[in-house]
């Protein structure tokens, strides 16, 4: 079975921390994602990686980075946290296909509180 | 654009209730459509999905059928059960890239 682990269930950061958020997947997957989960909005991609030092900004980039340096881990980096960070994140993986997409395998997710 | 919309939320159903939750899809070509299911405390599990048209997903129950002409992809259950409170999601790939797009989520709730 996949696997993709998300480092923190819960986190709670004081506005204008630096925050990391590590997700670790063991399928040898190319493609990793973070999202973000609010309540109405469904899942918002934030960024996308195809490829290892590979990245793509999603719909909502603002606000974040990200790393790839090993192919099985993908970092999300609040560079100052605000309390509109305050939300569920949500990360994925899946495997690189040509002209489409697979389906995507995801963590728990790491509720995180801004305060 | 892209998008996906799904019917509204929350639903809440006596169990063995029939289930419908609606969801219609815009995209260019031909996406694959998926169903997502998230049960209290947890990520994001594929629960069902199809690659072309007219084809039908399963599992666990539940179907959904790829209609290129209506746009949609309706997830159905027969007879629900109280273990299938959750929150859904209706997702369609984005044409060439490899990302998906996901719907906003219908929260079902199941009464005993």
């Known amino acids: 079975d996949v696997k993709v682990t998300q480092s923190s269930r819960y986190l709670v950061k004081r506005t204008g921390e630096k925050v990391f958020l590590e997700c670790v997947q063991d399928?040898?997957?190319?493609?990793m994602f973070w999202y973000r989960q609010d309540p109405g909005l469904g899942l918002r991609l934030i960024y996308f990686?195809?490829?290892?030092?590979?990245?793509e900004k999603g719909d909502i980039p603002e606000g974040y980075s990200v790393s790839r340096e090993k192919k099985e881990r993908f970092s999300l980096i609040l560079e100052s946290a605000s309390t509109n960070q305050t939300s569920m994140y949500l990360c994925?993986?899946?495997?690189?296909?040509?002209?489409?997409?697979?389906?995507?395998?995801f963590g728990p997710g790491t509720r995180l509180t801004v305060t | 654009g892209n998008s996906v919309t799904q019917m509204e939320g929350p639903v809440t159903l006596s169990e063995e209730a029939f289930l419908t939750i609606n969801c219609t899809y815009t995209?260019?070509?031909?996406?694959?459509l998926f169903w997502y299911v998230q049960y209290p405390g947890e990520g994001l599990q594929l629960l069902l999905k199809a690659t072309k048209a007219d084809d039908k997903g399963s599992n666990k129950g539940f179907e959904a059928t790829y209609r290129k002409e209506t746009t949609s992809f309706h997830l159905e259950k027969g007879s629900v059960q109280v273990s299938d409170s959750a929150v859904y999601f209706c997702?369609?790939?984005?044409?060439?890239?490899?990302?998906?797009?996901f719907g906003q989520g219908t929260r079902l709730t199941i009464n005993p």
């Open positions: 994925a993986s899946s495997l690189r296909r040509l002209g489409g997409s697979y389906e995507q395998y």
């Open positions: 990686s195809y490829d290892v030092k590979m990245k």
């Open positions: 399928m040898d997957h190319e493609n």
């Open positions: 997702a369609h790939s984005r044409g060439g890239a490899q990302k998906l797009v």
């Open positions: 995209a260019t070509g031909y996406p694959s």
